[in-house]
Structures are given as C-alpha cells and as structure tokens.
C-alpha cells in the first residue's frame, strides 16, 4: 500500500508561480504583500489541499528565540562546517539560540527525521545545509512549514544570494595558472555527487575552453588528503608535460604536494599547485599554498540577515552569490621552459 506524497510550501509556490517565501509571507499573515499575490498563494493552497502544521501555525503568534540547523552528511568537511560555525555565530549575535541536527545520511527519511526534531523545538526558522544533489532532492520533497532557507547550490532550491560562487572560483583558479602562462593543466576534483564540486569542474572547464584548451586530465577524488596523492601519482605517472593541477579543495592538494615530493616533482619550478577553501592549514604547506578563499562569515551573516527577515514578513534585499578570493602564496608560478 502506497501513501499519497502531501503536498509541500514549495508544491505550493510552484502553483502559484512565487517563491516559497511568498508562501511562507501569506502563512503567517504578513502585511507586505500584494492582494493579488495573496489571493493566488491562498487559492494553490485550496487547489492542492495544503495544511500547514500545528508547529507552523503557533510561530505565527508566538517566539522560541531558536533558528534551527539541518545538516546533511556533512558537518565534518571544510567548508560546511565552517558555514556552519559562522551561521550559528550570526545567530547568536542577532539574540538566538541555535539548535544543530546533523544526520548521517542525506536520505529523504533522515532528514525528515531531523527536521521533526527541530519543529519539536519550535524553532522559528531553519537553515539546511544540503551539499549533495541526493539532500537536494530529498529537501525539496519535504515539508517544511516554517520560514527556511537552503545552502547547496543554485538553481536546486538553494538561495544563491548565500553561497560562494563555487564556478567562478573554479574560473578564478584557471584563471591564475592561465595567466602565469600554463596550457597542460589538470583538475582533482571534488565527488561529483556534491554540487560544489561539479560547479568547481566547470568553471575550470569553460574557463579553458575560451581560450580553445581542453583539460589535461580531470581525476576524481573523496576530498581527503589520501585522494589526492593517489591522483597525484596517476597525474605525474601518465600524463606528459603537465604544466599545473588545480585541486578541489586543499586537503587533495597536500596530498598532491605529497605525490610530488616522492617523485622528485619541484613545486613550483616543476609543477604549479593550486587549491580550494584556504584553510588555516595552508599558510603552511610545503611549499605554502596558492589557493581560492571562500567568506564564509559572509555567508553566515547573509544566511541570518535572509532569515530575520523572512521572520519579519520582509524581503531580504538582493545581493549577488558571495564572491571567492585568489590567495596567492609559494605553490604557483611561471613555468620555466
């Protein structure tokens, strides 16, 4: 026996051709709306037979001082996490206590679970850490009925006002060994799965292609350090005259460090090393390394500024995605021929 999927706010939205925000807006009787607008959010929600939850009914006139977190399977990789740590950090500062559920797999019944969790708490708002395109998914067939915002990617239900342009960092990094002079460059890349990562590959390969290059080699790795030194031999073992390798994060890019310090492989004289994130770590790196920063305080303190305002019945104003940095330090350089 199969029970009938019920309807979600962003079932809702997509009828009534707005955001889910908007949906939200009229839920909690917002004043700053169009009568037209209203009439059409509250008219797709008599279509489709939408019933918000208890929970979400109560925010309406009452506050707990919570904004829940949602982390899918991610909480102990770079970049989330300290997303993570910059949104709570946000939080806090504007006067909420902020409740965190991380779940092991990003799996619709997992995160449903998490998100139950978090309404039990009558948290006002949510954010949804959701890096992987199978969270992505299982987000949007969820209900959330409080005002919420996802971080994952744009264009699949996440707000891009609130992420690091990760294709323009990828262009950013090609960019740089273009211009030291490189041609034969290669990419370790993140796990596709990750929307990050696919951003990352094609920024890296539209960036080439307008200056009529093809990758040298693009290798997948897992994110770790491991990853990246097994690419790195495969990298130094079958590819000829390799000019650079852009790395998808900084962990595969020591380990490429790595793979080239056991083949007698000269970074930067030999190869130029370029990396992702700009941990604390990286200053450090034999040689220190050249890298691509993400302002994740920004996107902390954007993710919150969007929040209060939904809970205040506003429009958040419109910024572009938070743009990446070039770090340039001792791991990159021109190629000597």
């Given at each position: 026996?199969?029970?009938?999927?019920?309807?979600?706010?962003?079932?809702?939205?997509?009828?009534a051709?707005?955001?889910?925000?908007?949906?939200?807006?009229?839920?909690?009787?917002?004043?700053?709306?169009?009568?037209?607008?209203?009439?059409?959010?509250?008219?797709?929600?008599?279509?489709?037979?939408?019933?918000?939850?208890?929970?979400?009914?109560?925010?309406?006139?009452?506050?707990?001082?919570l904004?829940?977190?949602?982390?899918?399977?991610?909480h102990?990789f770079?970049?989330?996490?300290?997303?993570?740590?910059?949104?709570?950090?946000?939080?806090?500062?504007?006067?909420?206590?902020?409740?965190?559920?991380?779940?092991?797999?990003?799996?619709?019944?997992?995160?449903?679970?998490?998100?139950?969790?978090?309404?039990?708490?009558?948290?006002?708002?949510?954010?949804?850490?959701?890096?992987?395109?199978?969270?992505?998914?299982?987000?949007?067939?969820?209900?959330?009925?409080?005002?919420?915002?996802?971080?994952?990617?744009?264009?699949?239900?996440?707000?891009?006002?609130?992420?690091?342009?990760?294709?323009?960092?990828?262009?950013?990094?090609?960019?740089?060994?273009?211009?030291?002079?490189?041609?034969?460059?290669?990419?370790?890349?993140?796990?596709?799965?990750?929307?990050?990562?696919?951003?990352?590959?094609?920024?890296?390969?539209?960036?080439?292609?307008?200056?009529?290059?093809?990758?040298?080699?693009?290798?997948?790795?897992d994110?770790?350090?491991?990853?990246?030194?097994?690419a790195?031999?495969?990298?130094?073992?079958?590819?000829?005259?390799?000019d650079?390798?852009?790395?998808?994060?900084?962990?595969m890019?020591?380990?490429?460090?790595?793979?080239?310090a056991?083949?007698?492989?000269?970074?930067p004289?030999?190869?130029?090393?370029?990396?992702?994130?700009?941990?604390?770590?990286?200053?450090?790196?034999?040689?220190?390394?050249?890298?691509?920063?993400?302002?994740?305080?920004?996107?902390?303190?954007?993710?919150?500024?969007?929040?209060?305002?939904?809970?205040?019945?506003?429009?958040?104003?419109v910024?572009?995605?938070?743009?990446p940095?070039?770090?340039?330090?001792?791991?990159?350089?021109?190629?000597?021929?």
């Open positions: 026996m199969t029970t009938e999927r019920q309807p979600t706010i962003r079932d809702v939205a997509v009828r051709g707005v955001s889910y925000q908007t949906v939200s807006r009229v839920l909690n009787d917002s004043p700053q709306l169009r009568p037209r607008t209203r009439e059409r959010v509250l008219a797709a929600i008599s279509d489709l037979g939408f019933r918000p939850s208890a929970a979400a009914r109560a925010l309406a006139t009452s506050r707990s001082g904004i829940g977190i949602l982390a899918a399977e991610s102990s770079y970049g989330t996490a300290t997303a993570m740590a910059a949104i709570e950090q946000a939080a806090r500062d504007a006067g909420y206590r902020v409740p965190v559920v991380n779940v092991a797999s990003p799996d619709a019944e997992s995160l449903a679970d998490g998100l139950e969790h978090l309404q039990r708490e009558s948290v006002e708002a949510i954010v949804v850490l959701a890096p992987q395109e199978r969270a992505l998914e299982a987000i949007e067939s969820l209900s959330i009925d409080v005002p919420f915002v996802t971080l994952g990617a744009a264009g699949r239900g996440a707000d891009p006002r609130l992420l690091v342009d990760q294709a323009a960092g990828g262009r950013l990094a090609t960019e740089h060994l273009l211009a030291l002079g490189h041609r034969r460059i290669a990419h370790v890349a993140g796990p596709q799965h990750w929307v990050e990562a696919h951003a990352r590959l094609e920024g890296f390969t539209t960036r080439l292609a307008e200056d009529g290059l093809e990758p040298a080699r693009v290798i997948e790795g994110w770790s350090a491991e990853s990246g030194y097994r790195g031999l495969r990298l130094l073992d079958e590819v000829a005259d390799l650079a390798v852009f790395a998808g994060n900084d962990q890019a020591l380990g490429l460090l790595h793979a080239c056991d083949r007698g492989v000269r970074v004289a030999d190869l130029s090393v370029i990396g992702f994130d700009d941990v604390p770590e990286a200053a450090h790196y034999l040689p220190p390394l050249t890298t691509i920063r993400q302002d994740f305080a920004e996107v902390g303190r954007r993710t919150i500024g969007v929040v209060l305002a939904e809970l205040r019945g506003e429009t958040a104003a910024d572009l995605p938070v743009p940095q070039l770090v340039e330090r001792a791991s990159t350089a021109r190629p000597v021929r």
